[in-house]
């Protein structure tokens, strides 16, 4: 009998429970171990402030940011070392350019000779949100930026140059009854009254996909189409903050209806067949440590609209940046970009990635964590009004800051709270916190770096701080309450 008609008399692979990861360690690195009297007293130096802990004393996961955090692949290592660091037109910078052609159309990156400048490299998203919204906030007065949940560096950008950043959250979002997987839409009906009442203000609209604010939550076809419908109906381009296309991608694969049976490939083609150009950090979903950039579609509505802008663009990335053909990279950083966007698409890596994450939180969920459902696809997040809702713990007490360092401290995993503090601020005429519409504490997971043990231990640790959520305390902000992105800088002392 031939094997290959043996092995059907087995149950399939396919149906097996258990997995194997579509990939192999290539290279690992040994922790240090701390004790956690070792990590509190570090804590207690850094003033409770989870960016100030040496990572080095993480002695379980870092689950900080999925941000340049990615392991790379040993293509990448390989690339690394075909660096050209040529001042101009390095070597990189035309595999880049045919990478960005082949993930998301042709018309994002035009010939550096053609004479129509639409392709700008940074070192990371942040500078390019900062090129696009300083070149954009010379247009006008009093200028509006909607979208459906504006990152922090993308807000602050915004508001830098004298604009407003409108949030336009799905109502879907915090709603535990709604089955929706896409609860990082925007709301539809409030864009159209803004439309109508302010369309003249906004030069351009916004969407992140995933929405990285919004709970991690993925973007619909159906919303990225008629959010473009509307907004060139009104005259106005639409961008994408694509940080994380490809998860985003992935999501409309599994659960929106037509998509099942398509290629990731192609879907990230078709959702920035509506869009008019975007910013991007390359330190998600294009799986490298260091990179960013902003592309504009060819003949798309923004270029037709600002016939100056790419031109003023260039001048300000050439100040700021460098050469158009570098744009604050290394020669080496640009090859590990062109080989990483390669992997991002692969559909064994985003299924793997994405269950991972899910696992998680599903773990979570399990044992009656409040966790935002469905899971989104780079990060779980922990709803901590509900977690604390029980307890004496008031929103300025800042109850997640607290979570975050007795996790840190006595169980060696780090998170990051998104919540009360880092999108609140402290109004000093009124003498009060203003609290944000969200209070999180984020489990960002980096790309291609822990096993599922890791996470188990995270899960376990968790859910021992949610069975003695009574025992903690309030925190006192010691310095930079009233400081702009104050959750970077400021400091914090337990109550007594
Ligand atoms: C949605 C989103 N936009 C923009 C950025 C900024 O990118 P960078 O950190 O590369 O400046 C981030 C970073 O986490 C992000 O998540």
Not at 421 to 433: A, C, L, N, P, R
């Amino acid at each position: 009998m031939k094997i290959s008609e043996l092995i059907k008399k087995f149950p399939e692979e396919k149906d097996l429970k258990a997995h194997s990861r579509p990939y192999f360690n290539h290279s690992i690195e040994f922790k240090n171990i701390f004790t956690p009297l070792e990590r509190a007293e570090m804590l207690d130096i850094a003033g409770l402030n989870m960016f100030f802990f040496p990572s080095e004393m993480v002695t379980g996961c870092d689950l900080l940011s999925d941000s340049g955090t990615t392991s790379m692949t040993n293509e990448q290592w390989a690339a690394l070392h075909l660096g050209d660091e040529a001042y101009g037109s390095n070597r990189g910078y035309f595999l880049v350019m045919k990478q960005i052609r082949e993930t998301f159309g042709e018309e994002f990156f035009n010939d550096p000779n053609s004479g129509r400048p639409n392709a700008f490299i940074f070192h990371q998203g942040r500078p390019a949100e900062d090129a696009l919204f300083t070149i954009v906030g010379r247009l006008g007065r009093d200028l509006i930026i909607p979208g459906n949940g504006h990152f922090d560096t993308t807000g602050a950008n915004i508001k830098r140059n004298n604009m407003q950043a409108v949030n336009l959250f799905s109502p879907e979002l915090t709603s535990e009854s709604s089955g929706s997987h896409f609860k990082g839409n925007m709301d539809v009906e409030r864009f159209r009254t803004l439309l109508e009442l302010s369309g003249k203000k906004i030069p351009l609209s916004y969407l992140t996909i995933t929405n990285n604010t919004g709970g991690g939550q993925p973007v619909s076809m159906e919303n990225i189409s008629e959010v473009s419908r509307l907004s060139h109906e009104y005259d106005i381009p639409l961008f994408f903050d694509a940080c994380r296309f490809a998860e985003n991608a992935w999501f409309i694969q599994q659960y929106e209806k037509g998509y099942r049976n398509k290629e990731i490939r192609m879907i990230v083609k078709e959702m920035f067949s509506y869009v008019d150009g975007f910013t991007i950090s390359f330190k998600k979903d294009g799986l490298v440590n260091m990179g960013g950039g902003l592309f504009l579609k060819d003949k798309g509505l923004f270029m037709k609209k600002y016939p100056d802008i790419p031109d003023a663009l260039m001048g300000y990335q050439i100040d700021k940046e460098g050469h158009p053909t570098y744009g604050g990279l290394s020669g080496r950083d640009i090859m590990t970009l062109a080989a990483g966007l390669k992997i991002s698409v692969k559909e064994e890596y985003l299924t793997y990635r994405i269950n991972q994450v899910k696992d998680f939180g599903e773990e979570l969920h399990k044992h009656g964590l409040p966790v935002i459902t469905p899971i989104g696809g780079h990060a779980v997040y922990l709803d901590m009004n509900k977690f604390f809702a029980d307890t004496a713990m008031k929103p300025e007490d800042f109850g997640g800051l607290a979570f975050t360092a007795i996790l840190l401290a006595a169980y060696g995993h780090r998170a990051i709270e998104l919540g009360n503090f880092s999108f609140g601020h402290y109004d000093k005429k009124m003498q009060k916190e203003m609290l944000p519409e969200f209070n999180f504490v984020r489990f960002a997971i980096p790309r291609l770096r822990y096993e599922k043990k890791d996470l188990d231990s995270v899960a376990e640790a968790v859910n021992i701080l949610y069975e003695n959520r009574d025992k903690i305390p309030a925190v006192n902000v010691t310095y930079g309450r009233e400081l702009p992105m104050r959750h970077f800088k400021a400091r914090f002392e337990f109550r007594k």
